[in-house]
């Protein structure tokens, strides 16, 4: 438990709340200005909809980035006696 509130893990917590906070406010804008093009009816779900989408990627994609960084255990091949994990290959 100690391991994690670490500077280096402080720094790459504050940089990811301020990129998820961006691309949040990004995604209301983008998603507000489609759904207006929407007849009137039909602009509440549309909004709701994209918001709930975008909600549900976002966090299916910090999932998969979890998931990379759990491949540095497994050693695919060796070049020049650097090992090449599954994760180098990825990112």
């Known amino acids: ?6 500077a280096e893990n402080l720094v790459a917590f504050l940089t ?3 990129l998820e906070t961006v691309l ?5 804008i983008f998603i507000s200005i489609l759904s207006n093009k929407l007849p009137k009816a039909q602009q509440t779900l ?3 909809l994209g918001i709930g989408l975008a909600v549900i990627s ?5 999932l998969a ?10 050693d695919l ?5 650097n090992h090449i994990n599954a994760k180098s ?3």
């Open 1 to 6: 438990m100690a391991e994690l509130f670490t």
């Open 16 to 18: 990811l709340l301020a």
């Open 24 to 28: 949040g406010i990004d995604n209301v």
């Open 46 to 48: 549309g909004r709701q």
């Open 58 to 62: 976002r966090v299916l994609l910090l």
């Open 65 to 74: 980035i979890s998931w990379v960084q759990s491949l540095e255990e497994i």
């Open 77 to 81: 091949f060796t070049i020049f006696d």
């Open 89 to 91: 290959l990825v990112l």
